[in-house]
């Protein structure tokens, strides 16, 4: 029986991992029959993809839960489900605090969701669906990207680090890697559909190989994405120093389309806290992965992940992360305050540091990032270097008649709108003319504009869009059988919002 296409919303909190998870979600619902809804009124679903890290995360959702409840109760065939690593977290907790939600369902059963979605609709009941373990690999599930032109491909899943401050091993689970050969045939298979940049995702992800026995499986996976006709940029996030290996700093340099880019989480520059922290590796050896990485490639940009305030964290372990970033020179750091993960080792510690002694130490480390920021953009003036335009990535571009795109480093530059036309996916080259701490400038004309299949991608996709008949909702619809195939960075406990 056909029935009006129903609109969904996927919101989303967190790392890259969940953006990867949410355009799977969103391409599980199109495949079932559901249209992503129009800026403006209430969509037949919502779907909430929570993160679990950052201690305010229930505030957050049950905040967004409350405010869906009148439009609930005007619209009495919406549908709300919330996913993620808090729902496998809280699991019934959330019906019970939000008893207007439908669906709850886990980090290991994205896959479930529109069948989940639709029992509920028939039994009039909340479902609560959380598995222990994973049962697809969710890049087997159908996507819609956001981006015509780049792409995430997760290469693994889990993580087997165990850091006191991390809750996501817990949520989920061990380490999972892929084959190879499927990676590289989703990679091929997004190539062909126009995207030039992908970046490899793991929550832990040169850590793999790990799952198959092969320490190098990571650098040859680099070195085989090499091989692909057609892709100009190969991004990876986010790595653990304890497995950054000599051989993966040798496929970067000799790759030539793997980015000179490197986000490498430092968490702490003191040996104790790290201790404490359970990252087993120290203040020597993460710079000297520094080192060599700047060895092998001069020009490479290094960002990073830091937590102040860690439990026992004394004024001279942070003047030993104050040193640790004078001596790395970052080109930016994700910069945290320590708060609470329930269930995590750290929330129990003793000697918590108190709020205004973690503000103070947060502004001082800002300020010095900020500083060399801004001294390592300068170094950047009077450069010419190719941007892959972006969309949506400069809030003033209009205002200004200005472009902005991702220099190889992955540096956001803005530059004066081309004579020419310009699509999101095209290559431009432009001369840098002025830096500040978070961007880079290019005033001048552009020296040249190179159209791409990722921009022909970008068009077709922007085109008007054909009429679609309307969709078939089954009761209990054939999903989760393989079809084809971040401002933070991914990965459990290398990321800590």
Known sequence: MGESLRTYKVVTHGCQMNVHDSERLSGLLEDAGYVKADQGGDPDLVVFNTCAVRENADNKLYGNLGQLAPAKTRQKDMQIAVGGCLAQKDRETIVRRAPWVDVVFGTHNIGHLPALLERARIERTAQVEIL??????PSTLPTRRESAYAAWVAISVGCNNTCTFCIVPALRGKEEDRRPGDVLAEVEALVGEGVIEITLLGQNVNAYGSDLGDR?????LLRACGQIEGLERVRFTSPHPRDFTDDVIAAMAQTPNVMHQLHMPLQSGSDSVLRAMKR?????????IIRKVREAMPDAAISTDIIVG??????????????VVREARFTNAFT??????PGTPAAEMADQIPKAVVQARYERLIALQEEISWEENKKQVGRTLEILVAEGEGKKDDRTDRLSGRAPDNRLVHFTRPGEPVRPGDVVTVEISYAAPHHLLAEGPTLGVRRTRAGDAWEKRNAAPEAKPAGVMLGL??????AVAAAEPAGGCCSTD
């Open 132 to 137: 222990e373990s994973l049962e697809t690999f």
């Open 216 to 220: 190098e499986a990571f650098s040859k």
């Open 280 to 288: 087993s590796y120290r203040q020597e050896k993460f710079l000297g």
């Open 310 to 323: 860690f439990p026992g964290e004394s004024e001279e372990d942070f003047e030993q992360t104050m040193h």
């Open 336 to 341: 945290f305050q320590y708060s609470k993960r």
């Open 477 to 482: 619809p054939g999903i989760g059988a393989p």
